[in-house]
């Protein structure tokens, strides 16, 4: 099983980048997908969550901004970055619950030039 993460890149304050995360393998089941993030010299910090019914959660910081959704049969995440700032320039992270197993996908890079 893996996870693919994409979509990452180099864009102007307030603009917008969609990240795709997507399943592989043999999957049986998908819970809870994830992305987090890690700045330079930073840990690795939460982002945003979805279950799988839909229920989603975000870091105060990103609260308003960005949009976490998933396409179950599609084994499918996104997460939808809007007004993007300087701040927001980490390597993304994906992580999803993939057959009841802690799975994380490589990093994507954002990076937000003010």
């Known amino acids: 099983v893996q996870l693919q993460a994409s979509g990452g890149g180099l864009v102007q304050s307030g603009g917008s980048l969609r990240l795709s995360c997507v399943a592989s393998g043999s999957i049986r089941s998908i819970g809870v997908m994830a992305w987090y993030r890690q700045a330079p010299g930073k840990q690795r910090e939460f982002v945003a969550v979805?279950?799988?019914?839909?229920?989603?959660n975000y870091a105060g910081s990103v609260k308003g901004r960005f949009t976490i959704s998933r396409d179950n049969a599609k084994n499918t995440g996104w997460l939808q970055m809007n007004r993007l700032e300087p701040g927001d320039t980490a390597v993304y992270f994906c992580?999803?619950?993939?057959?009841?197993?802690?799975?994380w996908g490589q990093g994507t890079q954002v990076t937000v030039s003010s």
């Open positions: 979805i279950a799988s019914g839909g229920t989603t």
């Open positions: 992580n999803a619950f993939v057959n009841d197993i802690s799975t």
